[in-house]
């Protein structure tokens, strides 16, 4: 179609053709526009959860909002270890969400095992989602499922803690499902 130059517009729930097919996507919930943009950017800045989802896998974590003087964490805590997971967000649109939980949407290419990462993590016993590619492994981020990338050449086995980089992440209101981090907002 692009040899020929030919506009073609395709309706999917697959979010792997809308990966591989689309340059640009409209996402629709109960027959309503919510966001219109380029692929790539629905994907990096989704304005729902359900644009997250059909833009490719994605894990969710719940964890709750707290201030400090420099801005916000996003924050959950491991009943097994007793460890905080912590991560930075700047938003003020979270001022809102002080003391609430948000849903935080993180995708598999954007965690990272490092030994520098500052999520602590286990390997999970068993990797539970389908099809991981080479170097991904399932990772639990207090108790809740995480794909994640391994270096070339490190494994780390079922059970070993690692410690996880997030290098992207986006929080979303638990009721609505709209995006409180990134400035999108839908247009609905």
């Known amino acids: 179609q692009e040899?020929?130059?030919?506009?073609?517009?395709m309706t999917t729930n697959d979010a792997a053709d809308v990966s591989a097919l689309a340059t640009s996507l409209v996402v629709m919930a109960a027959g309503r526009v919510v966001q219109v943009d380029r692929t790539a950017t629905v994907r990096r800045s989704p304005a729902t959860l359900l644009a997250a989802?059909?833009?490719?896998?994605i894990a969710t974590l719940g964890m709750r909002v707290v201030a400090d003087g420099g801005g916000y964490w996003l924050v959950a805590d491991?009943?097994?270890?007793?460890?905080?997971?912590?991560?930075?967000?700047w938003t003020p649109a979270l001022a809102a969400y002080v003391g609430a939980e948000v849903t935080v949407a993180v995708r598999p290419e954007e965690v990272v095992i490092a030994d520098t990462g500052s999520i602590p993590a286990t390997r999970a016993l068993m990797d539970t989602v389908?099809?991981?590619?080479?170097?991904?492994?399932?990772?639990?981020?207090?108790?809740?499922?995480?794909?994640?990338?391994?270096?070339?050449?490190?494994?780390?086995?079922?059970?070993?803690?690692?410690?996880?980089r997030i290098d992207h992440h986006v929080a979303f209101d638990p009721r609505s499902g709209t995006n409180v981090t990134s400035g999108v907002r839908p247009q609905m």
């Open 53 to 57: 989802l059909v833009t490719g896998p």
């Open 3 to 9: 040899g020929y130059g030919v506009t073609t517009l």
């Open 78 to 89: 491991d009943a097994d270890t007793g460890e905080s997971v912590r991560l930075r967000a």
């Open 130 to 164: 389908a099809n991981l590619p080479p170097g991904r492994y399932e990772c639990l981020v207090a108790g809740q499922r995480v794909a994640a990338m391994a270096p070339t050449g490190e494994s780390p086995r079922p059970g070993d803690r690692v410690r996880l």
